[in-house]
């Protein structure tokens, strides 16, 4: 009969558990394990990557323009400090702690929660600090000022030529005049009328400037959206003969 062809058909495809050869058990199971620890190995190694080497960050505000648009994400590199220095030109991410604030909560008083805290922070996972995105104008030892005859920043008495990446229309700064302390940076935003930096907070420590250990890396790259995918070079007015004489004969 029709019905009857129909559970034999069923029965000789072998669907039933105990009629699975053990093999076949053995497996599956074990493509299932291996499946998971690839699963678990990558969650680890990018959790470690974005911990330690590389980590994608969200532009919020419009500080950093035309250079950087709100909704940008860009790459950071966390480790090219530990090969070369902090240079003037560098666009860096940084936390406002010991700066311009807020500050992170201090730790919980209960050893058990401090020590989760701990775990969550080492693996990226959490983070209660504010961060900023600038560029490096001015490094330890550096006279930053504003403005020479012609209105420009200069460093060290050397002009900075800043037409490439400040905003269009904008004058380089309000009048300033600061010598950079030890272990800070003087960071300002390229859109300057709309980027409250190191020239707005003369008294936080270290008078505006940021402290260099709370640089978390380097913005190299624009990832997102796809049209405006691009690096972010050092701009060459940093690289003038000019400034680096300036700044050898000062010592710097």
């Known amino acids: 009969m029709p019905g009857e062809d129909a559970i034999d058909d069923k029965q000789d495809t072998g669907l039933k558990d105990e009629d699975v050869p053990a093999g076949q058990k053995k497996k599956k199971k074990s493509f299932g394990r291996e499946l998971l620890t690839i699963v678990l190995a990558a969650a680890v190694l990018t959790l470690l990557v974005k911990a330690f080497v590389v980590q994608v960050y969200r532009i919020p ?21 530990h090969f070369r220095g902090i240079a003037r030109g560098d666009i860096v ?23 989760f805290d701990d775990v969550l922070s080492g693996l990226g996972l959490r983070d209660d600090q504010t961060y900023y995105i600038k560029r490096v104008i001015g490094l330890p030892g550096d006279h930053v000022a504003c403005c020479d005859a012609r209105g420009r920043v200069t460093v060290n008495g050397a002009p900075l030529s800043e037409g490439s ?43 505006g400037a940021i402290p260099e250990n709370q640089v978390v890396g380097r913005a190299f790259l624009i990832i997102w959206p796809p049209s405006q995918i691009r690096d972010l070079p050092i701009p060459s007015t940093f690289q003038q003969a000019a400034l680096s004489a300036v700044a050898a004969a000062l010592g710097g």
């Not at 311009?100 to 919980?108: E, L, R, T, Y």
């Not at 380089?172 to 190191?198: C, K, N, Q, Y």
Request: hydrophobic share 30%; charged share 20%.
């Open 93 to 115: 991410v940084f936390s406002g702690q010991d700066s311009w604030g807020p500050d992170a909560p201090p730790p919980s008083g209960d050893p058990v929660v401090r020590l």
């Open 165 to 207: 990446y400040v905003y269009p229309g904008n004058p380089p700064s309000s009048t300033f005049s600061e010598i950079v302390p030890a272990g800070h940076l003087w960071v300002m935003g390229d859109h300057r009328s709309d980027s409250e930096d190191s020239r707005f907070y003369p008294d936080a420590p270290g008078g």
């Open 61 to 81: 505000t419009g500080s950093m323009e035309n250079t950087l648009a709100v909704g940008d994400r860009v790459l950071v590199n966390k480790v090219v400090y």
